[in-house]
């Protein structure tokens, strides 16, 4: 059998990549009651805190009131938590046998990553339209540009992508559900609490602001923010940057590690 061509291994690798994110997109499909429980979540934040938080005015937010500004920031937290917990489903088929089923088709290792992280793309973009309805009958006072709600479903896409590459790291080393559901609830809420999604970092003290900034949460919000709330982003390069480096670095480090020690 001869080798494979660069040509053809590219063209395998995006292959086995979109039939993996087919099967997580199928998923959803099969079960759309998934998409009502999702909205339960950012519905308690948005209507209860967000607009409880909007009354006090301790915040400060410049010239958009609350709960306008945490919008896009709940948004973020939404598609970090489901994501973050996506390596129990990996858990789950690798106790079923049907990870190693995955992982033996004649694709690349890699490409089972990338289409799961694809997957969770997807699955975010959903969140976010379940989030958008909500803040129109909110009335929450964001900018509907075509070109913001581009940028920010491809932040979305990219955001869900890393964290949920992240979860399936954390599932190489831990072999039962119940301890991934322990670390997943360990790393979600200081990564939610120290990012800028419900207040800005300036009012962080400093040690908190120095974690805030390493945070790729951070980036993530402020590119929401911007082209949900302000109609730019100031440090676009820099956001974009971060959270596609952290797509590439877990995606590679996931791609090396999976087959050997999933098997």
């Known amino acids: 059998m001869r080798p494979r061509s660069r040509r053809e ?105 990338t289409g799961k992280g694809f997957g969770a793309g997807v699955r975010a973009v959903s969140q976010a339209v379940v989030i958008f309805l909500l803040a129109l009958l909110l009335g929450v006072r964001l900018r509907w540009s075509l070109a913001g709600l581009a940028g920010a479903l491809l932040t979305v896409v990219l955001g869900a992508a890393f964290f949920s590459t992240l979860s399936m790291l954390i599932a190489i080393a831990v072999k039962t559900r119940e301890r991934f559901m322990g670390i997943g609830q360990v790393i979600t809420m200081p990564l939610f609490f120290a990012s800028n999604a419900i207040y800005p970092i300036q009012i962080m003290p400093e040690w908190l602001r120095w974690v805030a900034r390493v945070n790729p949460l951070s980036y993530m919000v402020d590119l929401l923010r911007g082209y949900l709330v302000a109609g730019r982003v100031p440090d676009a390069w820099t956001d974009w940057l971060v959270l596609l480096a952290a797509v590439v670095v877990s995606q590679f480090l996931a791609g090396r590690l999976y087959h050997k020690v999933m098997l």
């Open 9 to 113: 291994e590219v063209a395998a690798y995006l292959h086995g990549a979109l039939v993996v994110a087919e099967t997580e997109v199928r998923k959803l499909r099969h079960d759309p009651t998934e998409l009502l429980m999702r909205s339960v979540q950012p519905a308690l934040w948005l209507v209860i805190f967000g607009k409880a938080l909007s009354r006090v005015r301790a915040i400060p937010t410049g010239n958009v009131d609350y709960l306008t500004f945490m919008t896009p920031g709940i948004l973020a937290q939404s598609v970090m938590f489901i994501a973050i917990f996506y390596g129990l489903n990996i858990i789950w088929d690798r106790d079923a046998g049907i990870l190693q089923k995955f992982l033996v088709l004649p694709i690349p290792r890699s490409a089972f990553v």
